[in-house]
């Protein structure tokens, strides 16, 4: 059902998930890291229970606490690039990241990101995407923001509200789950995105036209021309 017919035409119809799936054993594997993450990348709330390395890199900026290290790959599949400034090197598990750090995927490949506010971030294969920024309070404030170049991205959200940007819309999660796919079809750029759980508002980028979506709910947003 079309709810408007604007230079970016939102389309939302009942909630049909983008495939993306690991393996019983995969899934096993990963709670297993993330667990042992947690504890290496505990939230910088209470200095004391920092690893040192991430002290170090903590800065204060007031109520946010803005740090270098900001977590860890938890699952990595096949070919993954981590792009830090003009290097590109392949990503390995437990690796840690950085703000600013940009991830791609190759052809069967995919990535798993834990951070420090707790969210994870799926990538599947042939999908680019950069970590803009990041920034932490144990109280309200906390920011991170994505962009998804093309390709797969499945967020969790943790204790900051998450943006996600693409060429057609900006996503913004608060405590909730999201999957978006950014891509080309008829030689159409679109997005979409659906909502698993919580809530999540989508912005047209070309005509500032905002849906909220709900649990089991998705849109798509269709770049160009009408």
């Not at 995407?129 to 906390?142: I, Q, T, V, W």
């Not at 900051?160 to 996503?171: C, G, K, L, Q």
């Not at 849906?211 to 770049?223: A, K």
Request: glycine share 8%; with cysteine; net charge negative.
């Amino acid at each position: 059902m079309k709810t408007k017919t604007v230079s970016a035409i939102f389309i939302i119809c009942a909630f049909l998930a983008f495939p993306l799936a690991f393996s019983n054993a995969e899934e096993a594997s990963e709670r297993q890291v993330e667990e042992t993450a947690s504890e290496n990348i505990e939230t910088p709330g209470a200095e004391e229970d920092q690893p040192s390395e991430t002290k170090a890199a903590t800065e204060d900026t007031g109520e946010n606490i803005v740090v270098e290290e900001i977590g860890i790959a938890v699952a990595t599949m096949n070919l993954v690039l981590l792009h830090r400034g003009p290097q590109a090197v392949e990503m390995a598990m437990k690796d840690k990241i950085q703000a600013k750090d940009a991830f791609e995927t190759g052809q069967w490949s995919r990535l798993k990101l834990l951070l420090l506010d707790g969210s994870t971030v799926t990538l599947d294969a042939n999908a680019k995407m950069s970590l803009d920024e990041f920034s932490y309070s144990d109280g309200p404030g906390g920011k991170t923001a994505y962009t998804l170049y093309e390709g797969f991205m499945r967020l969790i959200a943790g204790k900051t509200v998450s943006t996600i940007i693409t060429d057609e819309a900006v996503i913004s999660v608060d405590k909730g789950s999201v999957e978006v796919i950014a891509g080309i079809e008829n030689q159409r750029p679109f997005t979409g995105i659906a909502c698993l759980d919580g809530k999540a508002t989508v912005t047209a980028r070309d005509s500032e036209d905002t849906v909220t979506l709900e649990r089991q709910q998705i849109i798509t947003v269709l770049g160009g021309e009408p």
